[in-house]
C-alpha cells in the first residue's frame, strides 16, 4: 500500500528582493510526490540562483537514475550529493563567472515501500515533522548563531534576529566538498505534516506560530494562506516552502 497524502501547497515568491535566488523540486506538486526540495541560493545576481537551480535539478535526476531502494542506507545521500558537487564544479569550469555561487539544501523522500521519510539538509533551510501541532523533529541550521545557541551565547529567541543570523557555516558550492546531515523518520502518521522552507519563511514563522497552525483538522491551503499572509510585506528575502499532509499511512 501507498503512503497517502493530500495536494501538497507549496511556494516560491521572490519577495523583497530583485531577483529569487530560491528554488524548488517539483515545480508542481502532485498526490504521487514523493521526493520535495527547497533550495536557497547565494552569491549574488545570477549565481545564486543558477546554484539553487542546478542542486534541485541535479539532485532529482540522480534519484531519478538511482532510486532509493534501503531509505537507512547512509552512504545514499553523500554520494548523490558528491555528484551535485561534481556538475556544479563542471559549470564552474566552463563559466568561471559564476565562482564564488553555492547553494542550501533541504531534503524530503517518502518511502512508500518503509513506510518511512528520509530528510537531509546543508545550510539553514529547514525541514519539520509536526503533529497536531506539536513538532516532533526540526533540522538544526548550519550556521554562525546556531553554534553560538549551541554552546549557550545566545538564546533561540535571540538567534532570530541576530545580526548574524544569515551566516551560513555549509553550502553546496561545487568548489570545495561539503557534509550532508540526514535523519530517518519513522513513525509517520495520519495528519502528520511535513514542512521544508528556505530561511525567508523563517522571518515571519516561529516555533509558536507552527504549534498553533500546524493542527490535523488543518489543510495545507489553510496553512499556505496564513503563512504568505504573514510573509507578505514582513519578510525581506526570497521565501519558499512545502507543506505536505499525510493522508494515510498503512
Request: charged share 25%; glycine share 6%; with cysteine.
Amino acid at each position: 500500500m501507498v503512503m497517502e497524502l493530500f495536494l501538497p501547497a507549496h511556494c516560491n515568491e521572490i519577495g523583497q528582493r530583485s531577483n529569487n535566488e530560491d528554488a524548488i523540486y517539483p515545480y508542481t506538486a502532485s498526490k504521487d510526490a514523493r521526493l520535495f526540495m527547497v533550495c536557497d541560493g547565494v552569491g549574488g545576481q545570477a549565481k545564486g540562483e543558477m546554484a539553487s537551480s542546478m542542486a534541485c535539478e541535479n539532485l532529482a535526476a540522480f534519484v531519478r537514475e538511482r532510486p532509493i531502494t534501503d531509505i537507512k542506507d547512509a552512504s545514499y545521500m553523500p554520494t548523490a550529493l558528491q555528484y551535485v558537487e561534481q556538475q556544479m564544479e563542471t559549470y564552474l569550469g566552463n563559466h568561471p563567472e559564476a565562482v564564488g555561487m553555492a547553494t542550501t539544501l533541504t531534503f524530503l523522500y517518502l518511502s512508500d515501500i518503509e513506510k518511512k521519510a528520509l530528510i537531509a539538509w546543508i545550510g539553514d533551510s529547514r525541514a519539520y515533522h509536526i503533529r497536531d501541532g506539536q513538532i516532533l523533529y526540526r533540522t538544526k541550521d548550519h550556521s554562525v548563531v546556531q553554534g553560538m545557541v549551541d554552546v549557550g551565547e545566545i538564546t533561540e529567541e535571540e538567534a532570530q534576529t541576530h545580526p548574524k543570523r544569515n551566516i551560513i557555516t555549509r553550502a553546496i558550492n561545487g568548489s570545495n566538498p561539503t557534509r550532508i546531515d540526514q535523519k530517518v523518520i519513522v513513525d509517520i502518521k495520519k495528519n502528520d505534516f511535513f514542512l521544508l522552507c528556505t530561511d525567508g519563511i523563517l522571518e515571519s514563522l516561529n516555533n509558536n506560530i507552527i504549534t498553533s497552525i500546524f493542527k490535523k483538522d488543518a489543510s495545507v491551503e489553510e496553512i499556505k494562506s496564513y503563512v504568505l499572509c504573514k510573509a507578505k510585506g514582513m519578510t525581506m528575502d526570497n521565501y519558499s516552502m512545502f507543506i505536505i499532509k499525510v493522508r494515510a499511512s498503512i
